[in-house]
T-cell receptor
Framework: QKEVEQDPGPLSVPEGAIVSLNCTYSNSAFQYFMWYRQYSRKGPELLMYTYSSGNKEDGRFTAQVDKSSKYISLFIRDSQPSDSATYLC????????????FGAGTRLFVKA | ETGVTQSPTHLIKTRGQQVTLRCSSQSGHNTVSWYQQALGQGPQFIFQYYREEENGRGNFPPRFSGLQFPNYSSELNVNALELDDSALYLCAIGDSKYNEQFFGPGTRLTVL
């Protein structure tokens, strides 16, 4: 079993749709949860960063963390063609040494 | 813009050679991490440096080594290159307190 599972897609939606992206993980030691956006041939860009279970909102983006289910989500409202990219979930722990794991990424296409 | 720069942008090496990749930032973040990203995959954590010492390591062999300098710049060294080392190498700066990480644009390494 992989430490983090993320559906690679591709996911294709019309402009204005609500997008839901998800990851599950297996190790409860992970404490911090992030979502990154990566455009082709670029480095990942940090979108959302959360520590505790619950929701965090930033503009059109909402991140959800459910530690009891080991499940994290990213919602994008009013999606735009410029949101077309690969979305990576990531999680870190800092006990017993720092470690970060990333999901494989979900490719999102938003059609105008 | 994260203010993280990486050099070189692209690099071609042959199997068995050694390579050094560099990372620098404008700000004084106290951690630097290195990742390997194969095509179509999420970044894989190689290691993190904090205050010039290795603070955590992923599942990479000892031929992957690094340095962090007092000015927060960093190097990734890879010895005895293998074909499977061909990938995008990313560095990320962060703060040990918050665990957020900000990525550079990466160095694309091709091993022939």
């Amino acid at each position: 079993q992989k430490e983090v599972e993320q559906d690679p897609g591709p996911l294709s939606v019309p402009e204005g749709a609500i997008v839901s992206l998800n990851c599950t993980y297996s190790n409860s030691a992970f404490q911090y949860f992030m979502w990154y956006r990566q455009y082709s041939r670029k480095g990942p860009e940090l979108l959302m960063y959360t520590y505790s279970s619950g929701n965090k909102e930033d503009g059109r983006f909402t991140a959800q963390v459910d530690k009891s289910s080991k499940y994290i989500s990213l919602f994008i409202r009013d999606s735009q063609p410029s949101d077309s990219a690969t979305y990576l979930c990531a999680m870190t722990r800092n006990t017993g040494g720092f470690k970060t794991i990333f999901g494989a990424g979900t490719r999102l296409f938003v059609k105008a | 813009e994260t203010g993280v720069t990486q050099s070189p942008t692209h690099l071609i090496k042959t199997r068995g050679q050694q390579v050094t990749l560099r990372c620098s930032s404008q700000s004084g973040h106290n951690t630097v991490s290195w990742y390997q990203q194969a095509l179509g995959q999420g970044p894989q954590f190689i290691f993190q440096y904090y205050r010039e010492e290795e603070n955590g390591r992923g599942n990479f062999p000892p031929r992957f080594s690094g340095l962090q300098f007092p000015n927060y710049s960093s190097e990734l060294n890879v010895n005895a290159l293998e074909l499977d080392d061909s990938a995008l190498y990313l560095c990320a700066i962060g703060d040990s307190k918050y665990n957020e990480q900000f990525f550079g644009p990466g160095t694309r390494l091709t091993v022939l």
